[in-house]
């Protein structure tokens, strides 16, 4: 079974600063992507970063970068230069190969302040 | 074009009245799905369309019924709910089911009074 964790339900952030949103997964599928979404309050999920299992380097897009630790099956987020327009909630997900599901996190908060 | 569209953008019901929610992508995409995510919660996988054939019923009360007519619609039909149904329903679309990547539009915030 897959399963994504994300222990931290609210995180503060000054602006201006990094910001890392933790997240582990489990698989005992060799071939799986993980992603991050982001859901303002508006509510429409926007995709951020997709990791590939076999991918060897870690995943950027722009101010967001993925933190890809394959032997502790964790991808964390990384947000630099933090805006106050990335007050929002957080989902990490993952799908293996050939699974029509996408399997969410419990989602992490972040509030950033001025 | 990288948007998925859905209508209407908020919904108010009533447990005897029959409703629709659409979705439509124009991006060529061959999967479509729905989900419900109630607050605070994530997204919960309802549907799953595949080259306009339902793929996946995650075990859903029939008082929903989606269809998709071709390949850029998808609809979800809604009739008889409860209460306990308001969500905000996500529609989201990938090139195909193997595909990692999936499009979510904004998502129908619905209440059933």
């Known amino acids: 079974a897959q399963k994504i964790t994300q222990t931290q339900p609210g995180m503060f952030v000054q602006e201006k600063e990094a910001v890392t949103l933790d997240c582990t997964y489990d698989?005992?599928?060799?071939?799986?992507?993980l992603f991050w979404y982001k859901q303002p309050s508006s509510g429409e999920m926007i995709f951020l970063i997709y990791?590939?299992?076999?991918?060897?380097q870690n995943a950027t897009e722009g101010r967001y970068s993925l933190n890809f630790q394959k032997a502790r099956k964790s991808a964390n987020l990384v947000i630099s230069a933090s805006q106050l327009g990335d007050s929002a909630m957080y989902f990490c997900?993952?799908?293996?190969?050939?699974?029509?599901?996408?399997?969410f996190g419990a989602g992490t908060r972040l509030f950033v302040k001025a | 074009d990288t948007e998925v569209t859905q209508t209407p953008k908020h919904l108010v019901m009533g447990m005897t009245n029959k409703k629709s929610l659409k979705c439509e992508q124009h991006m060529g995409h061959r999967a479509m799905y729905w989900y419900k995510q109630k607050a605070k919660k994530p997204p919960e996988l309802m549907f799953v369309?595949?080259?306009?054939?339902?793929?996946i019923n995650e075990s859903v009360p029939s008082r929903f019924s989606p269809e998709c007519p071709n390949s850029s619609l998808l609809n979800l039909h809604l009739h008889a709910l409860q209460p306990e149904d308001s969500a905000l329903y996500l529609c989201a679309s990938s090139q195909d089911t193997s595909s990692y990547e999936q499009y979510f539009g904004p998502g129908t915030r619905l209440t059933v009074t």
């Open positions: 997900a993952m799908r293996v190969a050939g699974g029509f599901k996408t399997i």
């Open positions: 369309y595949s080259y306009e054939k339902l793929s």
């Open positions: 990791q590939g299992s076999y991918d060897q």
């Open positions: 698989t005992s599928d060799p071939s799986y992507g």
